[in-house]
């Protein structure tokens, strides 16, 4: 049976204060409201990482991830965070190639792979973004679109380190537009990467991992969403930043 998880991606939003009150009611929440099959990730800005992490050791089903990490093991590389420092704090998973690190930072397929095994090698697990911007969707060219992104990281990755990997599609022309990938969309997409998968490595491998839906999720389509064969859960922006709407959405399964 594949992972279900719910991640929560708060982006750079809220101060130390704000972070910890979140946490706490999120984590309440959890434990009072959510059913053990269900994984749970909360992924805050780097500099509450340690704090919110002594938070979630309590709770089972509670897991904390990092928004993203260096390719590079240490030294002179002002203002990265290595995978072995995140480790140190607790985390769990960290977000490799989510499109605004694409976008903004210039990231390309062979930094995103170096990411991976960095964060590989220490025993994070890597949730692996890819998604396709609204001209390619337009154009008709989303599946090799997406299709290339996986061949140019992920396929490098040796059976044993793919196993460790969760994969989120994000079409980007829904995120943060209010605009939102149809359930039969959602589920067209993920069944493409699951089938690429599977040339990639092996039927069950691909069979077996988790891939998440991360376009403007919310309360209100969570459910209809998270019911499709190949959908296994939610990597969640905006709605993550309200405790409310985030457990509603965990307890959309």
Partial sequence: ????IVAGNWKMNKTAEEALSLVSEIDNMVKDEVNDDVTVIVTPPFPFLQSVSKLTQGNDKL???A??????ESGAYTGEVSAAMLKSVGVEYV???HSERRLYHHEDAQKLYQKMKA???HGLKPIFCCGEPLEERDADRHFE????????SVSYLSNEEF???????EPIWAIGTGKTASAEQA????AYIREQLSQMFDAEAAFNCTILYGGSCNPGNAQEIFSKEDVDGGLIGGASLKSRDFTDIIKSF
């Fill in 1 to 4: 049976m594949r992972k279900k």
């Fill in 63 to 65: 897991h904390l991830a």
């Fill in 67 to 72: 928004q993203d990490v260096s390719e590079h």
């Fill in 95 to 97: 977000l490799v190639g």
């Fill in 119 to 121: 964060a590989l090698k």
């Fill in 145 to 152: 679109y997406v299709g290339q992104q996986l061949k140019d």
């Fill in 163 to 169: 196993d460790q990997i969760v994969i989120a599609y």
């Fill in 187 to 190: 589920q067209e997409m993920h």
